[in-house]
């Protein structure tokens, strides 16, 4: 949202509060914010805190007094050229605040790259398509040669594009052009198994019960294992810390229930939803307290780079995405050699 635009849209909310109001009152316009839970913020007087929060730069923060605003508008009545007003604003703050950016969530058990899609390639950093879920590892093929993930109706399907090294889910094989349908609970894929030679590396598909439309995906591996001339996998430790959702419309938040987000520490139960529409959005569920950067929201909010999320008694990091790039074989080589 642009200067011209904050400008419009509190000039016209002021011209509204002041047509509500008899000629010779005072209105007061404060930046101080409410409580949602407060019955004596009025839906007239919650608004005049709007204003100078928008002109200050102070967006959550006016974003959260629109809500206060509207729901203190639920128990009375709020004068027809006010709530228009509050309702373009809250849209206009929305808009400047919502990021279409691939994002990571960031919490002291590790990273969650986000992915709302219906399919996705599973493999090293490709030059002929890109690769969703990069992995730096020697024992995957390209990603467009590797593994794909894909979602067709309710169902999740996984299947192997004629990877190098093969790979297979209990002892049977994936081959191309056979899909193989995920059920809930952990698929194991292992990478390069035979009858002699054990898994080089593990690609874990975990379908979560409270979220069937989605799947989260890590990797394990044994450390160690060299050709003796270069590391085939050096971003092991990242990669094994690292998570994967994929998802179609939302996914939950919980610590104790099996969702897509989940969380080592934080009160029980589902803590919140996110979904994707055209931006990242949170939905705290009424059970608990949610903040972004501070302050303290109670309806669904945009999620942009570099905010801070507490709820629930967990914090999160919220990080922009960045993808491994595309480096062709002989040049990793030699710079390894050279290392």
């Known amino acids: 949202m642009t200067t011209a635009d904050k400008l419009a849209v509190v000039q016209t909310l002021l011209d509204a509060m002041v047509g509500e109001i008899p000629i010779d009152a005072t209105v007061v316009l404060s930046g101080t914010l409410g409580h949602a839970d407060d019955k004596t913020n009025d839906a007239s007087v919650a608004a005049r805190r709007i204003p100078s929060l928008v002109l200050a730069g102070r967006s959550f923060e006016a974003l959260a007094a629109c809500h206060i605003a509207l729901a203190a508008a639920e128990g009375a009545m709020l004068q027809n050229t006010l709530r228009p007003k509050i309702v373009e604003l809250r849209k206009l703050l929305e808009r400047e605040l919502l990021t279409s950016q691939e994002i990571d969530l960031v919490s002291a058990g590790g990273r969650m790259h986000l992915l709302p899609r219906r399919s996705v390639l599973i493999g090293r950093p490709s030059s002929e398509r890109t690769v969703?879920?990069?992995?730096?590892?020697?024992?995957?093929?390209?990603?467009?040669?590797?593994?794909?993930?894909?979602?067709?109706?309710?169902?999740?399907?996984?299947?192997?594009?004629g990877s190098t090294n093969g790979s297979s889910i209990q002892g049977h094989a994936l081959k191309p052009g056979n899909p193989v349908a995920l059920p809930a609970g952990e698929t194991r894929i292992e990478i390069g198994a035979s009858d002699t030679r054990p898994a080089l590396?593990?690609?874990?598909?975990?379908?979560?019960?409270?979220?069937?439309?989605?799947?989260?995906?890590?990797?394990?591996?044994?450390p160690g294992q060299t050709n003796g001339k270069t590391d085939p996998w050096p971003s092991m430790h990242e990669d094994m810390a690292r998570k994967w959702i994929v998802f179609r419309e939302q996914v939950g938040i919980s610590v104790s229930e099996d969702c897509a987000v989940r969380l080592r520490s934080g009160q029980a139960g589902i803590l919140?939803?996110?979904?994707?529409?055209?931006?990242?959005?949170?939905?705290?569920?009424?059970?608990?307290?949610?903040?972004?950067?501070?302050?303290?929201?109670?309806?669904?909010?945009?999620?942009?780079?570099?905010?801070?999320?507490?709820?629930?008694?967990?914090?999160?990091?919220?990080?922009?995405?960045?993808?491994?790039?595309?480096?062709?074989?002989?040049?990793?080589?030699?710079?390894?050699?050279?290392?």
């Open 201 to 222: 590396a593990t690609v874990h598909l975990h379908r979560p019960a409270k979220d069937p439309g989605a799947v989260a995906i890590t990797l394990s591996g044994r």
């Open 272 to 339: 919140a939803a996110l979904r994707y529409q055209s931006g990242f959005w949170i939905v705290p569920s009424s059970r608990c307290a949610m903040q972004i950067d501070g302050v303290e929201l109670f309806e669904s909010a945009p999620l942009p780079v570099g905010a801070t999320l507490s709820i629930g008694g967990a914090n999160l990091k919220v990080e922009p995405s960045n993808p491994l790039p595309f480096v062709p074989d002989t040049v990793v080589e030699t710079r390894r050699a050279a290392g």
């Open 132 to 161: 969703d879920v990069a992995v730096n590892c020697r024992w995957l093929s390209r990603g467009d040669r590797n593994l794909s993930l894909f979602c067709e109706g309710t169902n999740w399907f996984v299947e192997d594009l």
